[in-house]
Structures are given as C-alpha cells and as structure tokens.
C-alpha cells in the first residue's frame, strides 16, 4: 500500500472552490453524454442499423471494401428499379472504377431507370450526375489518412485537459489510495489505446473491438472521478456541513 499523506481534502475547500470545481464538473459530465449520443448517432448508424456494433467501427475506419454504394444499391434495395442487363452495365461500370469515357452509355441509363425518383425535388442522392455517379462507384475505403490525423490529434489535446482537471480534483478526494492512482491514470491510458485502436481498425478491421474498450475503459473512470468528487463536496458525510 502506497502511503501519501493528505493535505487539502474537497469537503474542507472554501466553497468557492467547491462552486468552481462543481460547475466545471458538471458540465464536462453533460459533455461526455452528448459525445456519448454523438457517437451512437453517427458511428452507431454506419452500418445502417442504429446501436453501436463491431460493423460500424469498421466501416468508419476500415469502410466497406465489399463494394460500391452504386453495387450496393443495385443488388439491394434497388433491385427492382431496373431491368437485369441495365443493372449489370452499371455494377460492371462501377467495378471498372468508373470511367468516364463510358458515361454516354451509362448517363442516358442512370436517367432513364433512376432519375424519376433520383430528382433534385425528391433530396434522394442525384444518382444520374456525373460527379454523383462517380462518388457513389468509388470503394469506400474508411477514414482517410489526413482525416485520423486531424482528429487525432484535436483528441489528445483536447480531452487530455479535461482528464486533466477531473484528475487533479478527484486527487483531493479521500479514496482508497491504490484505485486512486488506478482511477487517475485510466482515462490517459485508454485515451492513447482508443486512439491507437483507430489507426489500427484503418488498416485491420480485427482491432475494432479495442475502440469499443476504449471508449467504455474512459467513461467509466471518468464517471467514478466525477461522481465521487461531487459527492465529498457536498455530502454532509465529508464536509461535516463546514461551508
Ligand atoms: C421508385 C423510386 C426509386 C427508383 C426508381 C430508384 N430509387 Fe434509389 N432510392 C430510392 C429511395 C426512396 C431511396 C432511399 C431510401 C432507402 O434507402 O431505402 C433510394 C436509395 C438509393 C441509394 C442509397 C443512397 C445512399 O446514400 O446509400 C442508391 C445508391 C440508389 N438509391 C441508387 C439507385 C439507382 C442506381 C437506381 C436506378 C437503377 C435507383 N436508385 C432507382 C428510390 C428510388
């Protein structure tokens, strides 16, 4: 056992400090909700079902390497809207990487099977543009390289000043020692394994799993931290009603 000897606790901080540490305590705790919610609702729907599946993380890192969206829409839920030869000259177009010296050919198609509902009134994707039909042929291969980068590091920057202050107040709570140390270090260090696990799902889907411990490892520690340190502020428990 790890001996510290304890100079200031959070019950016996003047209260301004108490009010301080309460409203920035708070706030962040809505903010990890909202980043929670944010997460479901876009990650959560990538693979086109809402709930936040080892799928999604893929196909936000890894993307669906099976195919094209046009592909996917002409074996699927598109299937009906053409007849199979037309179908057949637009999924082999797509594989082709489509090329554009064949959109004479493949326009007047897209136009004719498509474009009824595929108009600019019905705010469904314009399938017969050019620049459309080219996107929606291209494999979706994910997150890109400069995109992680970005995000990345605005991630590391950013939340390690939330952990932070969560870590520097709940090091003044009264708490078992050894999960004290435990509870502060977690979130750095899931916070560099979600991160890692990011990179590592771009290029081998396999490491999806890791992002999903990731995010779980630093909600939970930071939700101990939080909860913990509001109540020894208030509590007539540690405070022994001293305001
Ligand atoms: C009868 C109307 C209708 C016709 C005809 C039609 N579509 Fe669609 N399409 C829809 C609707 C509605 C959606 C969106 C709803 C959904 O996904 O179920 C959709 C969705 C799509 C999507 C998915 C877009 C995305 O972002 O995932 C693609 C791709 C697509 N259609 C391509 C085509 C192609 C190619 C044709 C012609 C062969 C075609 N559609 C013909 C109504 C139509």
Redesign the pocket.
């Known amino acids: 056992m790890i001996e510290t000897k304890q100079t200031t606790t959070l019950g016996r901080l003047p209260i301004h400090y108490r009010v301080l540490f309460t409203g920035f305590l708070l706030v962040i705790g809505i903010g990890l909700m909202m980043a929670g919610a944010q997460i479901m609702l876009t990650h959560g729907m990538a693979d086109g079902k809402p709930g936040l599946s080892k799928e999604d993380i893929v196909y936000s890192y890894y993307g669906n390497r099976s195919g094209s969206?046009?592909e996917a829409?002409?074996t699927g839920?598109?299937k009906s809207?053409?007849p199979d030869d037309v179908r057949f000259t637009?999924i082999q177009w797509a594989r082709d990487e489509a090329p554009m010296d064949q959109w004479d050919k493949v326009g007047p198609l897209?136009q004719k099977?498509?474009g009824?509902?595929?108009d600019e009134e019905s705010g469904?994707?314009q399938?017969a543009k050019p620049e459309v039909a080219k996107q929606?042929a291209e494999v979706d291969h994910g997150a890109s390289i400069s995109g992680l980068t970005r995000v990345s590091h605005i991630h590391l920057f950013g939340i390690s000043f939330i952990f932070m202050f969560v870590g520097w107040i709940f090091a003044m709570t009264q708490f078992n020692q050894r999960w004290k140390l435990i509870l502060i270090a977690t979130p750095f260090v899931f916070l560099i394994v979600d991160i890692l696990s990011w990179w590592l799902t771009k290029f081998w889907p396999e490491f999806a799993w890791l992002t999903m411990i990731g995010g779980f490892g630093y909600s939970l520690a930071s939700t101990v931290m939080i909860m913990t340190s509001l109540a020894q502020m208030w509590l007539p428990r540690w405070t022994d009603g001293d305001w």
Do not use: E, G, S
């Open positions: 969206k046009l829409a002409l839920k598109m809207k053409a637009l897209l099977n498509c009824n509902c595929h469904l994707v399938v929606l």
